[in-house]
């Protein structure tokens, strides 16, 4: 899961491949908390992010954000823009139509497995934003530009938002990756952690 930022496993195929039975890894169990505890003491980006949690979801934060989930249907990204989705010979247009009413759309994890991206449209920026307020503001402010695309990080990113950037970055090379988060340590470690894990250049905006 370290090795490839976008993988995402549930944790009852991960239980029964190391364990042999699903039982062994449970959320909640004494060996969930040692691995969240494992993956906290060397992520400290990571432990200073769900520092902000309550206790009970501290642990299911930061091994999702690992890659290792109960569902991946909890997984997801908000995202807007004019692209749409192709999976299994299937094309899903949500966020064209969403955007057309200047709406963002959900993607979750599953949906984003094996997709690709496509647009009619040239896309010239890809804009993640860390705060939701500050997302919520810029589809107002871009709504009528169709040559933009916005992806809400909420905070540190989950392995649904890398896959979508990575996806985005597949689908426009040419396109300019920015992002704008908070004036502090913790807003920079999330923007690196961006880079290295989607391995997208991402230039910061508004952020020196």
Request: one cysteine or more; glycine letters at 6%.
């Amino acid at each position: 899961l370290r090795r490839d930022s976008s993988r995402m496993e549930r944790v009852v195929h991960v239980s029964r491949l190391v364990a042999g039975d699903t039982h062994w890894l449970r959320p909640g169990n004494q060996v969930w908390n040692d691995l969240a505890a494992d993956v906290l003491q060397f992520d400290t980006g990571l432990a200073e992010f769900t520092a902000e949690l309550p206790v009970n979801e501290q642990a299911a934060r930061a091994l999702g954000i690992c890659g290792l989930t109960e569902n991946l249907t909890s997984i997801a990204v908000l995202a807007f823009g004019r692209f749409s989705l192709h999976r299994n010979h299937s094309e899903w247009q949500w966020a064209i139509e969403a955007a057309e009413q200047q709406l963002p759309v959900w993607f979750s994890a599953q949906q984003l497995l094996s997709a690709k991206i496509v647009s009619n449209e040239p896309v010239r920026r890809i804009l993640s934003v860390e705060n939701e307020t500050s997302f919520l503001d810029l589809i107002e402010a871009y709504k009528s530009d169709r040559q933009i695309i916005l992806v809400y990080t909420a905070g540190h990113a989950n392995r649904a938002v890398v896959a979508l950037l990575k996806l985005l970055a597949t689908a426009y090379p040419n396109a300019e990756f920015v992002h704008q988060g908070d004036l502090d340590l913790f807003g920079v470690r999330i923007l690196g952690s961006l880079v290295e894990r989607t391995g997208v250049s991402i230039r910061p905006m508004f952020m020196d």
